[in-house]
């Protein structure tokens, strides 16, 4: 079955430190990934999308990695501010369409305190 | 602000009843996605519409169906509501057929369902 994990589940890091978010998924064979950020109470808003030839993606203080051998992905973010609070969603694409080529992961909760 | 509108923000209802979720694609767009976000589930894809005919079809229950209208709206209709349908209901369109992530995609502020 596919599947997107992704970790730490919740995160508190003070305001202007770094902090990295992993994506692991199983989905096979693999079309793209993504990275959402989504603010409480709004929908999400895409980041990154890197396909399986692409090792790294930046936006900003945004910078997304992806290794396809070892189906990992981290999103890693630099000098962070308050709002960068948020949600933030990895999503796998499978290469044939429909809606079973999408897994979504959970998501992981960043809190940035200043 | 993403361009896409959906209402109402929030929606109370009891179970058993039926609601209708409401969504404005962005001008231009052929496809609406809808999905559902729960607290332990994360987004779940539901289904897609472009140019008025179902495109794709995910875990929606059968209590569920959704359409688009030939001004490009859409709606999402829940009905014999259940307490776990309790959620966020998110709408997304593009102007392209493809689903996310293939395509930018740009999601509305969503609907908090609460069923009690």
């Known amino acids: 079955k596919n599947q997107v994990e992704q970790s730490p589940q919740s995160l508190i890091i003070l305001e202007g430190k770094n902090c990295t978010l992993q994506?692991?998924?199983?989905?096979?064979?693999?079309?793209?990934l993504r990275w959402y950020k989504q603010d409480t109470g709004r929908g999400p808003v895409s980041l990154t999308i890197?396909?399986?030839?692409?090792n790294t993606k930046s936006n900003g203080r945004y910078t997304a990695t992806l290794d396809a051998d070892t189906k990992q992905s981290s999103l890693h973010i630099t000098a962070s501010q308050l709002s960068d609070s948020a949600s933030y969603i990895c999503?796998?694409?499978?290469?044939?369409?429909?809606?079973?080529?999408?897994?979504f992961g959970k998501g992981t909760h960043l809190i940035i305190q200043p | 602000d993403s361009g896409v509108t959906q209402t109402p923000k929030h929606l109370i209802t009891a179970t058993g009843q039926r609601v209708t979720l409401r969504c404005s694609p962005r001008?231009?767009?052929?496809?609406v996605y809808w999905y559902q976000q729960s607290l332990d589930q994360g987004l779940q894809f539901l289904i897609q519409?472009?140019?008025?005919?179902?495109?794709a079809k995910g875990n929606i229950l059968e209590r569920f169906s959704a359409q688009q209208f030939p001004d490009l709206h859409s709606e999402l209709n829940l009905s014999s509501l259940e307490l776990g349908d309790s959620a966020l209901y998110f709408c997304?369109?593009?102007?392209?057929?493809?689903?996310?992530?293939?395509?930018?995609?740009?999601f509305g502020q969503g609907t908090r369902l609460t069923v009690v």
């Open positions: 994506c692991n998924y199983t989905v096979s064979p693999f079309s793209n």
């Open positions: 997304a369109s593009s102007d392209q057929g493809s689903h996310l992530p293939n395509t930018e995609a740009f």
């Open positions: 519409y472009y140019n008025g005919e179902e495109r």
């Open positions: 890197m396909t399986f030839s692409e």
């Open positions: 001008s231009g767009d052929l496809s």
């Open positions: 999503v796998v694409s499978a290469p044939r369409g429909g809606a079973d080529g999408l897994t």
